[in-house]
């Protein structure tokens, strides 16, 4: 029983079955739940004689064992009670992060009242992410340290930033931007104060709130709900003259990444399919079009019309 058990921890979790599997959960397991999913797909898809009820002796809620959580990859990131013993051990790293992260947040809130500009402010805020990469996960140069960033929550935000930093973009659009990566900046903030040793006790209890797992939830869903807005926004400057093309063109390309890595994401699109289909599959002829045009965007970040039309990321 011990010996399955080491089989279906040394399984290798970049399996594309189990990714898709995972994406199509909603909502998303958080990182307490994911270990259960997992053991019920392993013995439905991998191996039948899995005992999915075995623990070993040594196992706790919050640990599958390296070789499951390194390699498990989640369209939601990586598992959120994960970053809590880093701040806590990193100490100067984190002081560093932490000053970065309240300059940041700083400036983003004088760009939102109009006193500073909002350029300024996402430069801060991607600095601020660049910091916490390099503080969690050092600089490397393989395919295993890349995904490791893209799935770290802060991991796509400088990619994010950089499509909106481009020259032509009204400053109205660019206020907005900031919206997504301020949400990011916040929770980043909450979790360091939450964890870091040497903060004051009152502190780390004013922020604490904001680090725990159903706060964080909400606040990633309504970030996602602000990117796809923020998204059809662009579009809209495109045609306006506010937005320069190649702006909308790469941020809906970082999108496409965005879907298929982030259940938040999803969730987002199924709510504007929600108003819109129940409308649009009344009227004859626009419900066919409106269906031709889910299916035509959704070839985009489908796993298996990527792989086989040779679109298939390597990262991922």
């Given at each position: 029983m011990a010996e399955g058990y080491k089989k279906f921890q040394d399984f290798d979790w970049s399996d594309e079955r189990w990714q898709t599997y995972l994406q199509g959960l909603y909502p998303q397991p958080n990182h307490r739940q994911v270990l259960k999913f997992k053991k019920k797909w392993y013995k439905k898809t991998i191996d039948p004689e899995f005992d999915d009820t075995f623990e070993p002796p040594s196992a706790s809620p919050n640990a599958s064992g390296p070789s499951t959580q390194s390699r498990a990859g989640s369209s939601a990131g990586p598992p959120l009670g994960d970053d809590g013993s880093r701040w806590s051990t990193m100490r100067s790293k984190a002081t560093i992060c932490m000053i970065a992260y309240s300059t940041a947040m700083t400036m983003s809130a004088g760009a939102f009242a109009g006193a500073l500009p909002a350029y300024q402010a996402q430069l801060l805020l991607v600095g601020s992410f660049v910091l916490e990469i390099l503080a969690k996960y050092g600089l490397k140069f393989n395919q295993e340290y890349l995904q490791s960033i893209v799935l770290d929550d802060v991991g796509p935000m400088p990619i994010m930033a950089l499509t909106v930093l481009t020259p032509g973009l009204h400053q109205t659009v660019r206020i907005l931007a900031l919206v997504p990566p301020f949400i990011t900046a916040v929770l980043s903030f909450a979790r360091i104060c939450k964890f870091h040793a040497t903060l004051p006790a009152f502190i780390r209890k004013f922020f604490s709130p904001l680090a725990e797992i159903s706060a964080r939830y909400r606040a990633m869903q309504a970030r996602a709900d602000v990117e796809v807005g923020l998204g059809f926004v662009i579009v809209g400057g495109v045609f306006m003259g506010r937005a320069a093309p190649i702006c909308a063109l790469l941020f809906w390309n970082f999108m496409m990444m965005r879907y298929m890595m982030s259940a938040w994401t999803q969730a987002s699109f199924r709510k504007i399919d929600g108003v819109l289909s129940p409308i649009l599959g009344k009227i004859p002829g626009i419900n066919r079009l409106?269906?031709?045009?889910?299916?035509?965007?959704?070839?985009?970040?489908?796993?298996?019309?990527?792989?086989?039309?040779?679109?298939?990321?390597?990262?991922?």
């Amino acid at each position: 029983m011990a010996e399955g058990y080491k089989k279906f921890q040394d399984f290798d979790w970049s399996d594309e079955r189990w990714q898709t599997y995972l994406q199509g959960l909603y909502p998303q397991p958080n990182h307490r739940q994911v270990l259960k999913f997992k053991k019920k797909w392993y013995k439905k898809t991998i191996d039948p004689e899995f005992d999915d009820t075995f623990e070993p002796p040594s196992a706790s809620p919050n640990a599958s064992g390296p070789s499951t959580q390194s390699r498990a990859g989640s369209s939601a990131g990586p598992p959120l009670g994960d970053d809590g013993s880093r701040w806590s051990t990193m100490r100067s790293k984190a002081t560093i992060c932490m000053i970065a992260y309240s300059t940041a947040m700083t400036m983003s809130a004088g760009a939102f009242a109009g006193a500073l500009p909002a350029y300024q402010a996402q430069l801060l805020l991607v600095g601020s992410f660049v910091l916490e990469i390099l503080a969690k996960y050092g600089l490397k140069f393989n395919q295993e340290y890349l995904q490791s960033i893209v799935l770290d929550d802060v991991g796509p935000m400088p990619i994010m930033a950089l499509t909106v930093l481009t020259p032509g973009l009204h400053q109205t659009v660019r206020i907005l931007a900031l919206v997504p990566p301020f949400i990011t900046a916040v929770l980043s903030f909450a979790r360091i104060c939450k964890f870091h040793a040497t903060l004051p006790a009152f502190i780390r209890k004013f922020f604490s709130p904001l680090a725990e797992i159903s706060a964080r939830y909400r606040a990633m869903q309504a970030r996602a709900d602000v990117e796809v807005g923020l998204g059809f926004v662009i579009v809209g400057g495109v045609f306006m003259g506010r937005a320069a093309p190649i702006c909308a063109l790469l941020f809906w390309n970082f999108m496409m990444m965005r879907y298929m890595m982030s259940a938040w994401t999803q969730a987002s699109f199924r709510k504007i399919d929600g108003v819109l289909s129940p409308i649009l599959g009344k009227i004859p002829g626009i419900n066919r079009l409106y269906d031709m045009l889910k299916r035509g965007l959704y070839s985009f970040v489908d796993p298996q019309a990527r792989q086989s039309g040779g679109r298939s990321c390597t990262i991922l």
